[in-house]
């Protein structure tokens, strides 16, 4: 039973270094092969989007406007500045009929009173309801967006 025992603890000494080893062995195999499928295209992994592949997108300034609004004892003054995102190829269309969205832009802010824009919330509230209104002239495959730049009430 003594040379059964000696020969259990000189076989399992010498085999973890061993086991160590062969691990390690195939884990660097492993590393490299899974390096070479993935660098040669073996994966048929997706390739990764570039800034060439986002969809194309122009902005269109719409001159500072100045708008008048009724309030109490007076008039108030609201200042913007807009910039609309367009769909790619669409910037010139969009600007022949830069006066129709003026125009639709100028109705809807001359309607509005000072207690329509007086909390913060109301921005966004506003922003999407003018981007509802150029889309309706321009079409909405034409404009993608509505960007405030200035909003400035005195």
Do not use: W
Request: zero cysteines; charged letters at 20%; glycine letters at 10%.
């Amino acid at each position: 039973m003594s040379d059964a025992a000696e020969t259990q603890d000189r076989s399992g000494k010498g085999g973890k270094p061993r086991a160590l080893l062969l691990g390690l062995v195939l884990a660097a195999a492993g590393a490299a092969g899974g390096y070479f499928a993935a660098a040669s295209g073996l994966l048929g992994t997706h390739s990764v989007e570039t800034k060439d592949s986002r969809p194309k997108t122009s902005f269109v300034a719409i001159d500072p406007m100045i708008v008048s609004i009724a309030r109490q004892g007076g008039v108030s003054q609201l200042r913007l500045k807009l910039a609309l995102e367009v769909a790619a190829g669409r910037a010139g269309d969009v600007t022949e009929i830069m006066p129709r969205i003026l125009d639709v832009l100028n109705s809807y802010l001359r309607a509005l009173e000072t207690i329509d824009i007086g909390d913060a919330a109301t921005l966004v509230r506003l922003r999407a309801q003018m981007l509802r209104r150029v889309q309706i002239v321009t079409g909405t495959d034409a404009v993608k967006d509505l960007l405030i730049q200035e909003f400035v009430v005195n």
